[in-house]
């Protein structure tokens, strides 16, 4: 994510029931979103005790049982150079020989063969301490790792490593050596460190105080293989998915964050005081009565740019479309009038208008896997060029791990991109509240009568007295037109307050009651 102050980022927390969705903006642009189910499991992040249920010859891997309804799987390659070190260990934990307070002093075995054969080291039934690395996607279980590491703000901790790496976008020497020497001094035996970005320029104070926390996250991992546990069994969670997302992209250029629930508001208020300290008062607790999607223009940016066909300007459009094993991207140049001539220089500023948009797709949805784009052709290798070093550039500050190849002839571009949970889908399609998708609908002049039936019925069932009537705004435009307006004669005639609130992500014949405490009248 872009580092420019400049830019207006702001970050909408929208807390659910059943999930919180996540929206950041950058000048009121959506550019990420994400939704966390409240129970959602297995995410990237969480360190499980597994057990090996089945050995794949073939493959060089296993599948490991985790507790998923699909068993996770497993390379031989991502079991990483201390595996036997950290085999060793879980036996001896699990056996209570091992103590937490003698990690510093546990005994290391050897390096584990790159070349090596997994029938060789893991067998049926095993006991295995594992990461997931990709989320259970569609038929497929969790991808996992048992290279540990747990991710802090400023460093990420290496249980079992014996080096210490340094971001490379920390370009001053003197502030490598600053950190190198640093953590030197306070990292106990056994453990690696990978500093990130953000610990450029950190006190000491601030950068021990992480590592003791995140040494601490993994001792209390150590202490449950000591208590008796079976697999499968969750050993550690990542952090939720929203402080997950703050501890990842949040910095200083952040001008507000706002959320619409207390405890959620809370918890990344008191977040925030760890990582930047003085910065609490970017957070803010959104209270209105209109939905906060609604009111930031989220709503509204979600169905114009989750949808099959995303419109750009000057009539050019893309078709995103989705199969099992990879995104297709198609570019179409729309009704251009442009000369026979010109038809090089159109294509190129099609292509290149188009490339700005599939970047933000890609971000947004978080496409992963291979993704293909079919660019209008071009004919000369200069234009080609300069549209696949666009594509890079503007792909530069994607978080995921990512690759770009160039156009080949046939002006096919091809983008492998680091997916490590299921993409964001979204159903833009909304089903007629009206007809209930029949195709069929009560005549629109009606639909007064029907909300003012509908009124009298609740007036006469509960004799309440306070009334909020939530339409889309075209309806409520209609209702409060002219004097009186339908809205003020319904209120006089059943001595009701009616509070009328428009809302732009219903469809145009809904609408719903609510009750004066906000819960809605069925």
């Known amino acids: 994510m872009s580092e420019n102050a400049m830019i207006n980022n702001e970050l909408v927390i929208d807390v659910a029931s059943s999930d919180i969705s996540i929206a950041l903006l950058e000048d009121k642009r959506l550019v990420e979103f994400s939704k966390e189910v409240s129970n959602s499991r297995f995410l990237v992040g969480d360190i499980y005790l597994g057990r090996v249920k089945k050995i794949l010859p073939a493959l060089n891997a296993a599948f490991i049982d985790v507790g998923h309804d699909k068993d996770a799987f497993i390379h031989y390659l991502d079991l990483g150079a201390n595996f036997n070190t950290l085999t060793n260990f879980v036996k001896d934990s699990m056996n209570a020989k091992q103590k937490t307070s003698g990690f510093g002093k546990i005994r290391r075995s050897s390096i584990l063969d790159k070349e090596g054969k997994i029938q060789n080291i893991l067998v049926q039934g095993q006991n295995i301490v594992v990461q997931i690395v990709k989320e259970p996607i569609s038929t497929k279980g969790p991808r996992l790792t048992s290279e540990i590491s747990l991710a802090g703000r400023n460093m990420v901790l290496i249980p079992f490593g014996n080096k210490i790496s340094i971001s490379q976008k920390i370009g001053e020497t003197e ?285 006469n069932e509960t004799g309440m007295n306070s009334v909020t009537l939530k339409t889309h705004p075209y309806i409520a435009a209609y209702l409060k037109k002219g004097f009186p307006s339908r809205l003020t004669k319904w209120a006089i005639k059943y001595r009701c307050r009616i509070k009328l609130e428009s809302i732009n992500s219903f469809s145009f014949l809904e609408y719903q009651f609510f009750d004066k405490h906000g819960d809605r009248i069925d």
Request: proline letters at 4%; a neutral charge.
């Open 175 to 459: 502030e490598k050596k600053r950190l190198r020497n640093l953590i030197e001094s306070i990292l106990p035996p056994n453990y690696g460190v990978i500093l990130r970005t953000a610990a450029e320029g950190k006190r000491a104070a601030v950068l021990d105080g992480e590592l003791k926390m995140l040494i601490q996250r993994w001792e209390s991992c150590c202490e449950k293989l000591t208590s008796g546990i079976t697999a499968p069994q969750l050993l550690a969670n990542e952090v939720s998915r929203t402080t997950a997302i703050l501890r990842d992209i949040l910095n200083v250029s952040f001008n507000n964050i706002y959320v619409n629930d207390s405890n959620v508001y809370n918890e990344v208020k008191e977040f925030i005081s760890t990582i930047l300290p003085g910065r609490e008062k970017i957070v803010k607790h959104y209270e209105g009565n209109v939905p906060i999607f609604d009111q930031f223009g989220i709503s509204k940016q979600i169905k114009g740019t989750f949808g099959r066909v995303v419109p750009l300007k000057k009539g050019i459009y893309l078709v995103v479309e989705r199969t099992e094993a990879l995104h297709v991207i198609d570019v179409n140049s729309g009704a251009r009038n442009k000369t026979e001539n010109d038809q090089e220089t159109s294509a190129l500023e099609v292509n290149l208008s188009a490339a700005e948009e599939i970047v933000h797709q890609i971000r947004l949805r978080d496409l992963g896997g291979i993704i293909i784009i079919d660019f209008i052709d071009m004919y000369t290798q200069e234009n080609r060029q300069l549209l696949y070093e666009k594509m890079c550039t503007l792909l530069e500050n994607d978080r995921a791990k990512h690759s770009v190849l160039p156009l080949t002839k046939f002006g096919l571009m091809q983008i492998t991109r680091q997916r490590t949970r299921p993409e964001m889908r979204i159903k833009t399609d909304e089903i007629c509240p009206a007809c209930s998708g029949s195709g069929h609908v009560a005549p629109s002049i009606l639909l007064d009568d029907q909300i003012e039936n509908q009124l009298a019925y609740h007036k």
